[in-house]
């Protein structure tokens, strides 16, 4: 069974950063696209950023272009999502996912989920 594990949320105050990770298992890693997703409180749930298999071409959401990055490392089975310049419109709870298919930026497209890690931006 794929089981995904999110770490590294917390309370940071504006301007500064924080470093998600999320830790696979159960799945061939490197065949899977994987995302980051948030959801705020009362927003709709929103994709953050991806990263594809074996390439690792990534895309992220307009608002965090510049501030984040999304990375992996298939040989730790690990994605990683390094969070610069944080503001307080990017408090959410934020979901780490895997996709078989490569290209998808929606919610439907993704297989497998974490339980989630809360990130709190402080002004």
């Known amino acids: 069974q794929a089981q995904l594990v999110e770490s590294g949320g917390g309370l940071v105050q504006a301007g500064g950063s924080l470093r998600l990770s999320c830790a696979a298992s159960?799945?061939?890693?490197?065949?899977?696209?994987m995302g980051w997703f948030r959801q705020a409180p009362g927003k709709e749930f929103e994709f953050v950023a991806r990263i594809s298999g074996s390439l690792s071409i990534t895309n992220y959401v307009d608002s965090v272009k510049g501030r984040f990055t999304i990375s992996r490392d298939n040989a730790k089975r690990t994605v990683y999502l390094q969070m610069n310049s944080l503001n307080p419109e990017d408090t959410a709870v934020y979901y780490c996912a895997a996709a078989i298919s490569q290209y998808s930026i929606s919610q439907s497209g993704y297989d497998y989920w974490g339980q989630g890690t809360q990130v709190t931006v402080s002004s």
């Open positions: 159960g799945l061939t890693f490197w065949r899977y696209a």
